[in-house]
């Protein structure tokens, strides 16, 4: 089964969860679309999404560890690229037909939860603890809070 939008995934850093729904969101649409049996075309486009929206989590990310000061971000940073080499070896195959958008959908699940869970958890700590302040903190979830009053 693959993961589901679940609190325990909050990290309580409005931008970054709000990206990881998007995120889940986005594997949820790529399952769909193999579970209709879409086209090999559409299939390839919403991966070709989901690997452009994760490249842009991955610098989100790295830019709030900066501002924060975060002492493992080049470790963290270490992380994201690995995962992203891996995205781009798995697509390769994929359009070579040596693997399927299934083998994708799998390896992002099981990555995200751990990531989640086991990474990005610790940079959630560290900012509550942290004395500096990522520029514009308030300003996403203000925004958030603005649209939904006004739908």
């Excluded at 070896?89 to 989640?116: G, Q, T």
């Excluded at 500096?132 to 308030?138: A, I």
């Amino acid at each position: 089964m693959y993961i589901h939008w679940d609190k325990a995934l909050e990290l309580g850093n409005d931008l970054i969860d709000t990206q990881h729904r998007m995120l889940v969101l986005l594997c949820r649409r790529l399952d769909i679309a193999i579970k209709s049996r879409q086209s090999e075309q559409r299939i390839r486009w919403i991966m070709l999404e989901l690997k452009k929206f994760v490249e842009f989590h991955f610098v989100s990310e790295e830019c709030l560890m900066h501002e924060l000061n975060y002492p493992e971000v080049h470790e963290h940073s270490l992380i994201h690229s690995e995962a992203v080499m891996q995205i781009d070896m798995m697509l390769a195959r994929i359009s070579h037909h040596k693997e399927f958008p299934e083998d994708l959908l799998y390896f992002l699940n099981k990555w995200l939860l751990e990531h989640i869970v086991n990474d990005d958890l610790k940079i959630s700590e560290y900012a509550k603890n942290s004395g500096q302040r990522p520029v514009g903190e308030d300003l996403y979830a203000l925004f958030l809070l603005n649209n939904r009053t006004e739908s």
